[in-house]
């Protein structure tokens, strides 16, 4: 055991053997935001082996009240998110391996990113990837920790495909748009997603350590304004046997059958645009044709382009993608998209 984690492996409940096997660990963390960053840093810092970390975006000055592992320079660089967070990382812990990947998270790569992993971490702000998540580790056999938080409060449910209750079980359909809080109509505090986080990583190393016993199935909610704690012990049998997903195996999101190609970004004024196919135009070839109606600037992992008379801007990656600012309107967006790159 490396000398860093002494202080760690001092606390009896893990010791040296279980800090062995967090060396050996490796983890997902889907999303490298609010709940992502904590995740990622406390999970590094902690001395997990392989931690692969998976985000769309890029750092906004908007992200820094809350997203721990950026700063002005990030943002100044336009840098995607995983990028940033490597870097700070490997600064962190050299012993770790840390794989980012600049991707959105969807039914055609969720089996890859996840596959050789012992554990996925959700720290994504949205439930169209929730369900998608929930999907693929009913599919794999790979345990999962949902989180997820807003305003001053937020919930963590870790869930053990086939014995303890999924997030449908919960949840059998997605919540109507509106009807939830979100970040763009509550806010969050940073505090809040700190204990969240926090409170997952528990958990999580729970489970990497080789004591998923410890890991009681229930639903942990707290508001850290008000200092409220609930928690609520879920029986896995009498919600699983009503469950569409785990007693009907049902998998709509993992099959492409339930997602959109839009998705509005929280508290950014955004909206990502995803192509049924991946674009054959490379950013060289789309900053030639670009530069000619409109601003353009190009780093090595994304062109930003601003149209002649407007007041929109496009971020456009490698695999087609686009982050459409200015507008939350998904149709608005698509028609800008349409407009300048094409669908």
Known sequence: MHPRYRKQALFAPLGERGQDRLSAAKVVVVGCGALGTVLAQTLVRAGVGFVRIVDRDFVDLSNLQRQVLFDELDVAERLPKVIAAEKKLKAINSL?????????VTFQNVR?????????????????????????????????????CVGAHGQVMPIFPGKSPCLRCLMPEMPEPGSTETCDTAGVLGAAVQVIASLQTVEAIKILSGQPDLVEPALTIVDVWDGTWRRMKLNGDDLRQHCPACTGGERLWLQGRRGAQSVILCGRNSVQISPDTPTRQTLDELEARLSQTGHVRKTPFLLIYRPEGTESELTLFSDGRAI????????QARTLYAQYVGL
Do not use: K
Not at 96 to 104: C, G, K, L, N
Not at 324 to 331: H, I, L, N, R
């Open 96 to 104: 770790v391996t840390v794989e980012p990947h600049v991707a959105d």
């Open 112 to 148: 890859q990113l996840v596959a050789d992993c012992d554990l996925i971490l959700d720290g994504t702000d949205n439930f169209e990837i929730r369900y998608l998540l929930n999907d693929v580790s009913l599919e794999t056999g790979i345990p999962w920790i949902n989180g997820g």
């Open 324 to 331: 459409v600012t200015g507008t939350s309107d998904p149709a």
